[in-house]
């Protein structure tokens, strides 16, 4: 999906990011609540059952690049021992940026 933003056509993308380490119990998901609000995306962020934390985040490559690169730098960085990252085309679901329960 394109995206009329100023102007300047915006290819959307879809970044699905599985975190593992120690991951849960830290503050991980408000830290990245936090961060996203410098960026424009939208998208959650959730504790899995399985001990991973799942990120799902719809803007534009650049910008979920740029958002990946400061969740690590945010100080999460050496919680995190291994990211899963699967890109796909947006579907356009989300409102803001939320933590899922």
Known sequence: MWQINGGIVVKRSR???LYSGN???VGFRYTVKSVAA???VCGTVRNM???????IAE???E????FQQAVRESGLDHFIRDEQILWDAPQHDFRGFEIVR
């Open 15 to 17: 970044m699905q990011i």
């Open 23 to 25: 991951v849960q119990g």
């Open 38 to 40: 410098g960026f424009e």
């Open 49 to 55: 059952p399985d001990g991973r934390v799942e990120l």
């Open 59 to 61: 803007g534009s490559k």
């Open 63 to 66: 910008e979920l690049l740029a």
